[in-house]
């Protein structure tokens, strides 16, 4: 799992820690049945404290991205497949809410559209 923290970004470091696990989880990244690293090693790896990464990993487990076995580890939570009628739902709510933060600071819907294509093509 890749995580590069921004200390510029005025994004709290736990946070930029549970956003690259979402990330990873989505796009599986982070297998469903591969285990995270473990509070202190992550922290070890990323130069933080290990309650940094105990906030992130708590965040995570409360909102149902993970879940830690007593003895083995912390897994990610298998996540349900959405639906193809609901898809769109799902999709259009993701949509808006990218391009409401986006007007905050003055980009337009069209330019969030670009910005998704050009990252699904540096994917490639």
Do not use: K, N
């Given at each position: 799992m890749r995580i590069n923290l921004d200390y510029?970004?005025?994004?709290?470091?736990?946070?930029?820690?549970?956003?690259a696990v979402v990330v990873g989880l989505s796009t599986e990244?982070?297998?469903?049945?591969?285990?995270?690293?473990?509070?202190?090693?992550?922290?070890?790896?990323?130069r933080v404290n290990p309650n940094t990464v105990a906030r992130a990993y708590r965040d995570l487990?409360?909102?149902?991205?993970?879940?830690?076995?007593?003895?083995r580890g912390t897994f990610p939570v298998p996540r349900p497949k959405v639906q193809d009628d609901a898809r769109d739902t799902v999709l259009r709510a993701v949509f808006d809410q990218a391009v409401t933060e986006a007007a905050r600071h003055g980009i337009t819907a069209r330019q969030v559209a670009d910005y998704f294509r050009k990252a699904v093509d540096d994917e490639k």
């Open positions: 510029d970004r005025g994004v709290p470091v736990y946070r930029q820690i549970y956003e990244e982070l297998p469903p049945d591969e285990q995270l690293p473990t509070i202190h090693t992550l922290a070890s790896q990323l487990e409360r909102d149902g991205y993970i879940r830690g076995q007593r003895g």
